[in-house]
């Protein structure tokens, strides 16, 4: 299959004879003169290379690749310039540029990287296609159970996912509601949008409104450059807010206004762009109670309360907790390597008993206990060593590092740049151990311990 790269210069005589150097090389090279152009032709399914230079009118390189970024930031972008800044080199490496390539530069030079960078655009493809097969194939399964509220649940979902109706969707942590607001935009015409997700109680409140609605450069210390908010990057798609009863109050006067005119004005403009907006919020407090609903804004919870779902909790549906472990178990067994175990009689009595106060999280971090032999009559410490002790020395030392993670993760309130000081690994190196040990950040944002 023949490689797509974007090639970006406002030198059209360069332009045309890097393009085409690219062409003889074998790439499938669309040229433009400006960065504008560049980011109007991209999407997320863009399976090549962007090459830009970066001293350019308008929008530079540098600009474009935060652009891109936005948009999708597993897509490689190689660097150009005639300055030999090195400064600028490594900052742009650190900040996530594939390569960056000094003028005037040898064309197996150029050819090289933008083949790495393409290699590397094609195992994120595929990867994203395995993953898009793998939801195809578990289909409904987020939202287990024949429980009479979960069929009802599963109902109400088909009915207004097509729809442009605002959501509220209440439950306690660990219910399953990033899965209902996914399943919400998955099963839309809004599919093709972005989903863009933003958890209000993780972010200090000094920083939220910057992530929301964005700035303009120099709208308050530090904002050195133009970023796009969560609200106008959801515009055509769906935006999650997570954890709503935890928006500072004067967001809340921004959001209300947001939703009643479809409309955002970054920080440090005038300027009010429209929107095309869908939003699912979600909240562990019953926002109609006053007494739990406290300084959140009455006006903004009716206006998010066009159509309200409520996630029962697991121990509510007891009869789905042995439908769900099986589910979670083999799906455990799969990524571990190991045979699915027998139901001894001890996990069957704590499947039956337990109230699952973490609910379907909990019970998936069970399941794969389980699956790793740790049985739930294991004392605190000898049980787990003797488990351990049964397996394998680099089995053992995987599990160790996982905890390590989990707990450093705990520590620091899932804060990424906290964890990686405290771990001393690189970023990368640290997002690749956490897809291996399918630790989950999320699941400690904001919780310190």
């Known amino acids: 299959m023949t490689i797509p790269v974007h090639l970006v210069d406002d030198d059209r005589d360069l332009l045309r004879a890097t393009a085409q150097t690219l062409q003889l090389a074998g790439f499938d090279t669309s040229t433009f003169t400006s960065g504008r152009?560049?980011?109007?032709?991209?999407?997320?399914?863009?399976?090549?290379v962007v090459v830009s230079d970066i001293r350019m009118p308008g929008m530079d390189g540098l600009e474009l690749f935060a652009q891109i970024q936005g948009l999708d930031a597993e897509i490689p972008v190689v660097l150009v310039t005639g300055h030999g800044d090195i400064a600028m080199a490594v900052k742009a490496i650190q900040d996530g540029v594939y390569d960056f390539v000094t003028k005037p530069f040898a064309t197996d030079r150029l050819i090289q990287s933008v083949r790495r960078a393409a290699e590397k655009r094609s195992?994120?493809?595929?990867?994203?296609?395995?993953?898009?097969?793998?939801?195809?194939?578990?289909?409904?399964?987020?939202?287990?159970?024949q429980s009479r509220a979960m069929l009802r649940l599963r109902d109400m979902l088909r009915q207004i996912a097509d729809?442009?109706?605002?959501?509220?969707?209440?439950?306690?942590?660990?219910?399953?509601?990033?899965?209902?607001?996914?399943?919400?935009?998955?099963?839309?015409?809004?599919?093709?949008?972005?989903?863009v997700a933003l958890n209000c109680g993780a972010l200090p409140e000094q920083v939220i409104e910057s992530e929301l609605f964005g700035h303009e450069p120099g709208a308050f210390t530090g904002a050195q450059k133009k970023r796009i908010g969560r609200i106008?990057?959801?515009?055509?798609?769906?935006?999650?807010?997570?954890?709503?009863e935890s928006m500072p109050p004067e967001s809340q006067v921004r959001m209300?206004?947001?939703?009643?005119?479809?409309?955002?004005?970054?920080?440090?403009?005038?300027?009010?762009?429209?929107?095309?907006?869908?939003?699912?919020?979600?909240?562990?407090?019953?926002?109609?109670?006053?007494?739990?609903?406290?300084d959140f804004r009455e006006d903004l919870?009716?206006?998010l309360n066009v159509v309200s779902l409520a996630i029962p909790p697991l121990r509510d549906r007891q009869d789905d907790v042995p439908l769900l472990f099986g589910y979670f178990a083999e799906r455990a067994a799969r990524r571990f390597g190991r045979d699915l175990p027998q139901l001894s009689a001890a996990v069957s009595r704590h499947l039956r008993e337990h109230a699952w106060p973490g609910n379907v999280r909990?019970?998936?971090?069970?399941?794969?206990?389980?699956?790793?032999?740790?049985?739930?009559?294991?004392?605190?410490?000898a049980g787990k060593a003797a488990a351990a002790e049964a397996l394998p020395l680099p089995e053992?030392?995987?599990?160790?590092?996982?905890?390590?993670?989990r707990e450093t993760l705990k520590s620091h309130g899932g804060d990424v740049q906290q964890s990686l000081a405290a771990l001393g690994v690189p970023r990368k190196t640290f997002y690749d151990k956490l897809q291996r040990h399918g630790i989950v950040r999320s699941d400690y944002a904001g919780k310190k311990g």
């Open 301 to 303: 919870y009716y206006r």
């Open 163 to 195: 729809t442009d109706v605002d959501v509220l969707v209440t439950g306690e942590t660990g219910t399953g509601k990033e899965v209902v607001a996914t399943l919400l935009h998955r099963w839309s015409r809004r599919a093709k949008g972005n989903f």
């Open 123 to 145: 195992l994120v493809m595929e990867n994203r296609r395995l993953r898009a097969a793998a939801r195809d194939v578990e289909g409904d399964l987020p939202l287990i159970g």
């Open 362 to 381: 909990e019970l998936s971090h069970f399941a794969e206990r389980v699956v790793l032999g740790m049985q739930p009559e294991d004392a605190p410490g």
């Open 256 to 294: 209300l206004r947001v939703l009643e005119m479809r409309e955002v004005t970054p920080l440090g403009t005038n300027e009010v762009r429209p929107v095309d907006l869908r939003v699912v919020a979600a909240a562990k407090v019953d926002l109609g109670d006053p007494a739990q609903r406290r």
């Open 232 to 244: 106008e990057h959801s515009s055509g798609g769906t935006l999650f807010l997570d954890e709503i």
């Open 396 to 405: 053992r030392l995987e599990r160790f590092e996982a905890e390590i993670i």
């Open 37 to 48: 152009e560049a980011i109007a032709a991209l999407d997320e399914d863009f399976s090549g």
